[in-house]
């Protein structure tokens, strides 16, 4: 579970910006949430929270019972390999394959090299790319790369992933396959968060959708749609 406890977050520099202003809510196990607002609304700043790469100014945010901002240093990977991160720009490795993208995933994770062998095949077929296993980033089409980085976000089967604005760069075809991907992930039970901005992937997921305004959740509707 995780838990948004009054979060707030000042950004102190030559102005002070609220990017974050007492947000609370929480994610139960198996859910999928698409955090929706327009640009600066704090989508961003919410999801560095949960992955510990920035801290609250003020409240805290909690993983499975713990909080995130109290874990020491040592500790921050394990924590981290239990969430898995998509982004806007895929962040692939450009001088490995698909297939050694995702093994570096395992192997930075100390997976033995017989688990590495039987399951980086088997979760580039869930992405439907068991053809391309030996494709550089640069020899894949955008929806692929992105389904590459999927398939190393999902690798070390970690409780939730973390998709921020994953179709950002995708045109409306690849956008469909990638939200089908994160569709069937949460269906085998891992939890998920999508920020995104595309009004057609939050109508057609009628899923939990949070809305965004200036640092504050305006709207949490159980069966969501895009309305800004
Ligand atoms: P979104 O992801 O919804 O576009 P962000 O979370 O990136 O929004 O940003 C929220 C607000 O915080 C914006 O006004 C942005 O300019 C500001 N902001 C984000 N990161 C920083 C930073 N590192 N330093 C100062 N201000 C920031």
Redesign the pocket.
């Known amino acids: 579970m995780i838990y948004y406890d009054r979060v707030s977050k000042v950004?102190s520099?030559g102005d002070k910006?609220v990017?974050l202003e007492d947000v609370s809510f929480s994610v139960e196990p198996g859910e999928f949430v698409s955090v929706v607002?327009h640009?600066?609304?704090?989508?961003?700043?919410?999801i560095k929270m949960l992955l510990a790469e920035d801290k609250p100014t003020s409240g805290a945010v909690f993983f499975e019972s713990i909080n995130i901002h109290e874990v020491p240093l040592g500790k921050i990977n394990a924590l981290r390999r239990k969430i898995g991160t998509v982004f806007q720009d895929f962040r692939l490795l450009p001088n490995k394959t698909a297939y050694e993208n995702i093994a570096f995933a395992m192997e930075a994770a100390g997976r033995p090299e017989a688990e590495i062998h039987s399951d980086v095949p088997h979760v580039l077929e869930l992405v439907d790319l068991g053809d391309k296993m030996n494709n550089f980033p640069h020899e894949l089409s955008g929806g692929e790369q992105q389904r590459v980085a999927i398939a190393r976000a999902i690798v070390n089967q970690p409780d939730v992933v973390v998709a921020d604005e994953p179709t950002g760069n995708l045109d409306p075809v690849n956008t469909f396959e990638v939200v089908q991907i994160l569709k069937k992930i949460n269906d085998l039970g891992t939890t998920i968060i999508l920020t995104t901005h595309n009004k057609g992937v939050i109508d057609s997921l009628k899923k939990r959708v949070i809305t965004?305004d200036r640092?504050k959740v305006i709207r949490d509707d159980r069966e969501g749609k895009y309305i800004l």
């Open positions: 950004y520099g910006t990017a607002g640009s600066g609304a704090g989508k961003t700043t919410l965004m640092g």
